[in-house]
């Protein structure tokens, strides 16, 4: 049998299907999120099964996450993504101790105990200024793709200091910060220090290793060495990030399945 | 007529309250149906869920009356004192008097949830520059410029020193405005030098002999002017009466959270247990009635501990709640997400401890005022958390911020530091402004996530 886990995430819907004794990965997709979530999710589903010659029958049990979890029509429950995104990191990490999570909308940082459950975890709640729509809006800014924001980073000399805490007047800063002539490397790369900073205040002064990035923002380059330098501590990107809340809610789904005790 | 506890909404109380009217229900001059308070533009109250009880009827009556009660004694030649920021200490003395009446003007600050933002008390305080970077309970300042809400007290006397630097800074802004206070100190408590003299508070604390020497001189500036006010001697018989009497309110209390909180199948929801703590600080402007309302309460809780009924189910995620919350329904959104409320630091813990009655009174209150959980560390205060988390069994901690609090800028991070070394508990904290409405989902998200944390930690 198949179990489907589904992130309906702030920028974008994912989904995966695992075979539900072996956890092995069969099917995996991402969609850009939009109005209809709840049409595009199904549009998704439809189209991996569709893909990969699998009936619907086959599908024994789905489980929605992400924060439109409660409007996937198709899903038997609901887990949180602080849950499966533990759950997905540590099936590819075994050992991770610390999860750092940024989204499109908001970011985590969820600490787990030896067996891989969460202990603890804490997440943004007053501003995008440490999430990926950050970075929407400096991309926008800056008239480049999202995809080369790291590349352009990469190429910075003396980062920007971006001093705000809040994502539209941090755009503010931006536009002078351009008038002043500030390179776009730098411009970019400051950003994405100024993430890093927000990210870690959510840490605290103890932080477990091994810590491990995951997130759409953990695709784009960079952010794990920023991050790193910020914590003073070594940080890996997972495995298919964007992917491992969607892998977590098809584990609970196949744990769920099979009556086990996670 | 169906009595097995449970949670209704408000239009289901009102159906419910016509079938207990035609049953025989006795009510206070004070009852009457929920649902009348929403014409006085309680528009909130149609978006939470209550307790189906008589008890928890005559709670919520009780609550939304009190403005009236003040009008009432006002009516009545009754002096009125407004006590401000402090939590506890100078109601017990004004209610020693019996002239006079006093309540808690900060307790406006749930104006703005309780009517959604329809009263403009917020948009007056930003009109006077204390806008939202402060605490909502600058609604106060809307509350009295309107004057549509509580009488304007013959008497306002506010604490101040170890207080919220928000809170002082909306009070003077009050002040300036011309409604005088009458100010007292409460210092820093600090535990005492080697070569000083040393005195135990209530709630275990301990401070300088010194610092509680001047807190009893403070108070009996306190006690002067409240004998101006009331034209009568306010002696330590009389005092010493009005302590009785608050310990009597604080003992039902201790009771009521000892029941509530320990029983196994959560017998009263966390919005009653919050409406019912809350009368320990000002009694809701009527001490005698107090005492009856948490009497029924205990009464209602017992039997229904006894039967071994709840209004929730029995796998729900037991969490210690910090911090009293701006908007009222988040209380019910917990329980939507599958936890119920077993232990509580609502900023007045000291009010909750009884008054030493073998002390003279004044030494007693000066006492009990330095145990303040505001006036002390947030260490302090995350001890007292970790003792009642293990008194009640607690399974997580819940920080619930208070937008433009200076108070929570920091002791989040120090309350959730101690507990988790002390006891390894979850701790999560959130902010709650005064109307949730467009962020229920990603407030419900953390406490879901927070509950099915406290479920897998079972697991082990």
């Known amino acids: 049998m198949i179990c489907a886990g589904i992130d309906a995430g702030s920028r974008t819907i994912k989904i995966v299907l695992i075979d539900a004794d072996s956890r092995a990965v069969i099917a995996k997709g991402v969609i850009d999120q939009g109005v209809e979530q709840n049409k595009l999710a199904l549009e998704l589903f439809e189209g991996l099964l569709k893909g990969n010659d699998i009936n619907r029958g086959d599908v024994a049990r789905i489980v929605a996450t992400g924060y439109g979890r409660n409007i996937v029509s198709i899903a038997d429950t609901t887990i949180t993504e602080i849950t499966c995104q533990a759950v997905g990191v540590r099936h590819l990490v075994p050992d991770a101790m610390t999860v750092i999570d940024i989204g499109g909308q908001d970011s985590k940082l969820l600490r787990l105990d030896r067996d891989g ?87 605290g002064r103890n932080i477990d290793r091994p810590i491990i990035l995951t997130g759409g923002v953990a695709m784009i380059s960079g952010m794990d060495t920023v991050l790193q330098s910020a914590l003073e501590q070594s940080v890996a990107v997972s495995p298919d990030p964007q992917l491992t809340g969607a892998l977590g809610a098809a584990i609970r789904a196949s744990d769920q399945l099979n009556g086990a005790k996670p | 007529m169906n009595n097995a506890p449970g949670q209704i909404t408000l239009e289901e109380w009102d159906e419910r309250y016509e079938q207990l009217r035609r049953a025989g229900l006795r009510e206070p001059g004070y009852g009457g149906p929920l649902g009348r308070h929403v014409g006085d533009g309680d528009r909130r109250l149609l978006k939470l869920r209550y307790d189906n009880s008589v008890a928890s009827l005559r709670l919520w009556n009780f609550l939304l009356t009190e403005e009236d009660r003040l009008h009432n004694a006002r009516a009545e030649g009754k002096r009125i004192v407004g006590t401000m920021k402090d939590l506890g200490t100078v109601p017990v003395m004004a209610y020693s008097l019996d002239n006079v009446v006093a309540f808690y003007p900060d307790g406006a600050w749930w104006i703005p949830c309780v009517m959604e933002l329809s009263a403009g008390l917020l948009e007056t305080a930003d009109s006077l520059g204390i806008d939202e970077s402060f605490c909502p309970v600058r609604a106060m300042l809307g509350a009295f410029v309107t004057g549509a809400h509580f009488p304007i007290p013959d008497q306002l006397v506010c604490s101040v020193g170890a207080t919220c630097d928000d809170f002082s800074a909306i009070a003077q802004r009050l002040n300036g405005l011309g409604y005088p206070i009458l100010w007292w100190e409460i210092p820093h408590r600090r535990f005492p030098e080697v070569d000083e003299a040393a005195v135990r508070l209530p709630g275990g604390f301990c401070a300088p002999k010194r610092q509680v020497e001047f807190v009893k001189s403070e108070l009996e500036r306190v006690r002067t002017a ?80 006894q039967a071994g009924r709840g209004v929730l189910g029995d796998d729900t995620a037991r969490i210690f709640w910090v911090n009293p919350v701006a908007d009222l329904q988040v209380m019910n959104l917990l329980e939507d997400c599958g936890g119920r409320i077993c232990g509580t630091e609502y900023l007045f813990s000291h009010a909750l401890d009884t008054i030493p009655e073998e002390l003279p009174p004044a030494e007693a209150l000066a006492r009990m005022a330095l145990a303040d959980p505001m006036v002390g560390s947030s260490v302090d205060r995350a001890e007292r958390i970790c003792a009642d988390i293990r008194r009640f069994g607690s399974e997580a901690v819940l920080i619930s911020r208070i937008p433009g609090a200076s108070h929570c800028a920091l002791e989040g991070e120090v309350i959730g530091e101690v507990v988790r070394s002390r006891l390894e508990v979850p701790v999560l904290e959130i902010e709650v402004p005064p109307v949730t409405d467009s962020i229920r989902p990603t407030l419900g998200t953390r406490l879901e996530a927070l509950i099915e944390t406290v479920k897998e930690r079972r697991k082990k």
């Open chain 1, 117 to 203: 459950k969460v202990r603890d975890f804490a997440m943004n709640d007053r501003c995008a200024a440490g999430t990926g729509r950050f970075l929407e809006v400096v991309a926008e800014r800056l008239e480049v793709g999202l995809e080369s924001l790291g590349d352009m980073a990469a190429k910075s000399k003396k980062p920007a200091a971006i001093s705000s805490m809040c994502v539209v007047f941090a755009e503010t800063e931006i536009i002078g910060l351009l008038a002043a002539g500030k390179a776009r490397e730098d411009i970019v790369a400051g950003v994405q220090a100024a993430i890093a900073t927000r990210v870690i205040t959510m840490a």
């Open chain 2, 226 to 305: 409240l004998e101006r006010l009331a034209g009568q001697r306010l002696d330590d018989k009389k005092l010493s009466a009005g302590i009785q009497k608050a310990n009597e309110v604080r003992r039902y209390l201790a009771e009521l959270r000892q029941v509530t909180f320990t029983a196994k199948v959560c017998p009263l929801p966390a919005l009653e247990m919050l409406i019912a703590e809350m009368l320990a600080i000002h009694f809701c402007s009527d001490r005698d009635e107090t005492i009856s309302v948490l009497k029924e309460l205990i009464d209602e809780v017992k039997t229904r501990v």
